[in-house]
């Protein structure tokens, strides 16, 4: 069973997107899987290829400022990570609308990603109930509280921001799962983390479980723990990401 990877644009998107060969030129479940922060859409082939063996079209783009895009827009790390995050959320909808204009797909939209994807996939929840079913690895519902963390981190660092900061990312508070939480509407979400994990610590994702799991918005949160982990991805988690997804099929 072999899988199809082709590297293509879609407008400005530089994106693999990976399907099983019998299957190419057939309408399928479509997965938009996001990697991480200063990593690329080849890193993420791995999942990307496990996923399509379950029977789903995969698009793996890069982030805005990644990969094939790859600019610096700040001296201040935190400014182009939003950013990226932000044209990934910009940008959603223009893959969708190319698969559906082209007859790749059944209309059943899913989403993933692992760090900066995970964060992505998160507040993308907040504003498209058309998507059926979603993986977060390593990710952070709570976006508006992630980046006040990561003020208080660089002020200790003597990186300065300027006052208007906070209001340039007003827009965080619209796509912030944690603060919308009812927004999941039932949808099926599964999270991994790692218990150990430095860059996204884990506890804030517990408190998002804890709060909504036993909601009926909430119901069909899953959420496992890797314990001992770090800030990394083994095959056996990208094994239960795609599993989780085809079962929402």
């Known amino acids: ?3 199809k990877v082709v590297k293509k644009q879609i407008h400005t998107i530089p994106v693999l997107e990976v399907v099983r060969d019998e299957l190419a030129g057939e309408r399928l479940p479509l997965v938009i899987f996001y990697h991480g922060w200063q990593i690329n859409k080849e890193l993420v082939l791995t999942q990307g290829r496990k996923l399509a063996a379950k029977g789903f079209r995969v698009c793996l783009p890069d982030a805005p400022n990644h990969g094939e895009r790859k600019q610096t ?3 201040i790390p935190s400014v182009t990570f939003w950013n990226s995050i ?3 959320l910009f940008e959603f909808e223009t893959l969708c609308e190319h698969y559906e204009k082209e007859g790749l797909t059944n209309g059943r939209v899913y989403v993933g990603g692992l760090s900066m994807g995970g964060i992505t996939t998160c507040a993308l929840l907040t504003h498209y109930p058309e998507i059926k079913a979603a993986v977060c690895l390593m ?3 709570a976006i508006v509280d992630y980046c006040n963390r990561g003020i208080e981190r660089a002020r200790a660092f003597n990186v300065d921001f300027p006052q208007s900061y906070v209001d340039l990312m007003s827009w965080q508070e619209k796509f912030d799962l944690s603060l919308r939480p009812e927004l999941l509407a039932g949808r099926p979400i599964y999270f991994w983390h790692g218990t150990e994990d430095p ?3 884990i506890d804030s994702v ?3 479980v804890a709060v909504n799991q ?3 918005y909430g119901k069909n949160i899953v ?3 890797g314990e001992g982990k770090k800030h990394l991805v083994h095959t056996d988690t990208m094994d239960a990401a795609a599993n989780f997804l085809a079962a929402q099929k």
Do not use: D, H, W, Y
Request: hydrophobic letters at 30%; aromatic letters at 8%; charged letters at 30%.
């Open 1 to 3: 069973m072999a899988n």
């Open 73 to 75: 827009l700040s001296p």
């Open 86 to 88: 932000q044209g990934n």
């Open 139 to 141: 990710g952070e519902p």
């Open 199 to 201: 860059k996204i610590p």
């Open 206 to 208: 517990k408190r998002f």
């Open 214 to 216: 036993g909601k009926e």
């Open 223 to 225: 959420f496992e723990i």
